[in-house]
């Protein structure tokens, strides 16, 4: 049976104020400690983490970032390594997500160095890949994201996805309210399984692959319901408390 796992993408959401009330209301949903079917985290921008190491210490919530630098350390201002998201207490960081694709240009090759880097420091890279909506009307989104995948791949190994968790997620659905169909969802995974079962079989069955892109409680069963589905990253829908636990109880 595979780890299933569901990660809340805060993106650049949050105060103090409003993330007591929210990590508080999610530590009295999932109960301290307590044992469930689904894994869960939450990835908050940097300055909170101090915020939310604290709040959720003793939980059975992990936490971590949504980015981090491919550099160790040095002259790169305004960046953040993966040895002080470690240091911090990081389980998790969101590598590659397509707003950091797109507004940030963040290509193939530095998204792969990103993912290196989190391995490195010994943090669970949650490898984002996903086509637009340009890609899937001209039916190339295998093609898209199978490239995606191998580019990490062909400079990791297959092994690296090991200690690793795919997220397929449409651009077209992220933030839109477009949530892909459960079996378009299903129908990418098991492609991107079988891709990665062609170098590692081992490595593909046990790999998590969440889906994302405008997750609600509403949707959460039938997109989990398919066999490999194993999961979600959830954007705005992990803002709310009663929708985040109600889609971590359908996992
Ligand atoms: C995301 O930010 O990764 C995401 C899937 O967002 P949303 O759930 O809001 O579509």
Known sequence: MRARLVAGNWKMHGSRQANAGLLDALVAGLGKGGAQAARCAVCVPFPYLEQVAARLAGSSIAWGAQNLSEHAAGAYTGEVSGAMLAE????????GHSERRQL????????????AAARANGLTPILCIGETLEAREAGRTEAVVAAQLEAIVATAGAEAMRNAVL???PVWAIGTGRTASAEQAQEVHAFLRG????????VAQALPILYGGSVKAANAA??????????GLIGGASLV???FLAIVAAA
């Open 195 to 202: 891709r990665l079962a062609q170098r590692d079989a081992s």
């Open 167 to 169: 997220a397929y997620e």
């Open 222 to 231: 039938a997109l989990f319901a398919m066999p490999d589905v194993d999961g």
């Open 88 to 95: 911090f207490g990081c389980r998790y960081v969101i590598v």
């Open 104 to 115: 940030f240009g963040e290509s193939d090759a530095r998204v792969a160095a990103k993912f």
């Open 241 to 243: 408390a009663e929708e």
